[in-house]
């Protein structure tokens, strides 16, 4: 299993970004799987973001987020996306995709890793 995160990038205090993370190679069911974001801010441990379950249906989210994020999925596309709006400086971390048979906020339920994207919040 293979993902891409893409989508970072700097933005202000306030401003809008998207997230996409695409899955490609085996993966435990095409319809079957979940998918999370979670972020890493310089020197503290990666935390849980988001996350949706394989029909989209069933989200869950952290309350650091909770009315600002939302967390999407196109099963056709195997992508991910995660809309991140009225984002605070206290936002900035690497953002990490991750895949996992079970929907969990726990790290350790996703085997699967992207390589993290860049998210600068400028007050």
């Known amino acids: 299993v293979q993902l891409q995160a893409s989508g970072g990038g700097l933005v202000q205090a306030g401003d809008s970004l998207r997230l996409s993370c695409a899955a490609s190679?085996?993966?435990?069911?095409?319809?079957?799987?979940?998918m999370g974001w979670f972020r890493q801010a310089p020197g503290k441990e990666r935390e849980f973001v988001a996350a949706?379950?394989?029909?989209?249906?069933?989200?869950y989210y952290a309350d650091s987020v909770k009315g600002r994020f939302t967390i999407s999925r196109d099963i056709a596309k195997r992508t991910v996306y995660l809309q991140m709006n009225s984002l605070k400086p206290e936002d900035t971390a690497v953002y990490y995709c991750?895949?996992?048979?079970?929907?969990?906020?726990?790290?350790?339920?996703?085997?699967?890793w992207g390589q993290g994207t860049l998210v600068t919040v400028s007050s």
């Open positions: 190679g085996r993966t435990f069911s095409s319809y079957s799987f979940a």
């Open positions: 949706i379950g394989w029909s989209g249906s069933s989200t």
């Open positions: 991750a895949t996992g048979p079970r929907l969990r906020v726990e790290l350790r339920e996703y085997p699967y």
